[in-house]
């Protein structure tokens, strides 16, 4: 009864917003199921990896993959964390010390329901292993997942008159991370996962 309660004096734009996560879990639970136990899925997306994998020939992949590793190597752990400070600090310069707390409860938020997905769903995939180039599939992506939740924070963390640009350009930054991934073989397409161990050392 007194959640009940709750639920109803709760403000609209937190009601959109539990919602909203709620509604993302479900979508990323299915999209889980279908990304590891459908074998259409699977092998559509082995397809659109092999594609983006291809994107570079023998002579030119060196260059295709150190391009690549631009986007996806700000990601990586050591990197990441240098980042993640950025909308903070923005947050604090601007004297709105609420919107600080929220940044950082979203990327940490998201960082650690990464890594307890990555632990608890570290299912491979035992049919698409022997041709694909990942080889330890795992769900989800770190990378894609600290870009969406950085791109998040700097939005909501930049004066309004400028978020409209701040969630484009960083629209733009998250596809690129999630196709650089695909171009060096260690991210599925339909799941954002990621190998524990990809062709490209340090991307996980």
């Known amino acids: 009864m007194r959640a009940l309660d ?50 570079g020939d023998a002579y030119h992949r060196h260059r295709v993959h150190t391009t690549a590793d631009v986007f996806v190597a700000p990601f990586d752990p050591a ?46 995939r035992a049919a698409s292993l022997l041709t694909s180039p990942v080889p330890y599939p795992r769900f989800p992506s770190g990378h894609s997942t600290g870009a969406m939740a950085l791109v998040l924070a700097l939005t909501l963390v930049t004066p309004a008159r400028v978020r409209p640009l701040i969630a484009g350009l960083g629209a733009v930054l998250a596809a690129a991370v999630g196709c650089s991934l695909l171009t060096l073989g260690s991210h599925f397409p339909a799941t954002c996962s990621q190998a524990s161990s990809s062709l490209q050392p340090g991307h996980s």
């Open 79 to 124: 990197h990441f964390v240098v980042l993640a400070v950025v909308p903070v600090v923005i947050a604090l310069t601007r004297r709105r010390p609420y919107d600080a707390y929220a940044a950082l409860v979203l990327i940490g938020g998201a960082c650690i329901t990464m890594l307890v997905l990555k632990h608890l769903l570290p299912e491979p």
């Open 6 to 55: 709750s639920l109803r004096i709760m403000p609209t734009r937190a009601k959109w917003a539990v919602g909203l996560a709620g509604a993302g879990f479900a979508v990323l639970g299915i999209l889980w199921f279908a990304a590891f136990h459908v074998g259409f899925v699977e092998r559509v997306d082995n397809k659109v990896l092999f594609a983006f994998y291809g994107l």
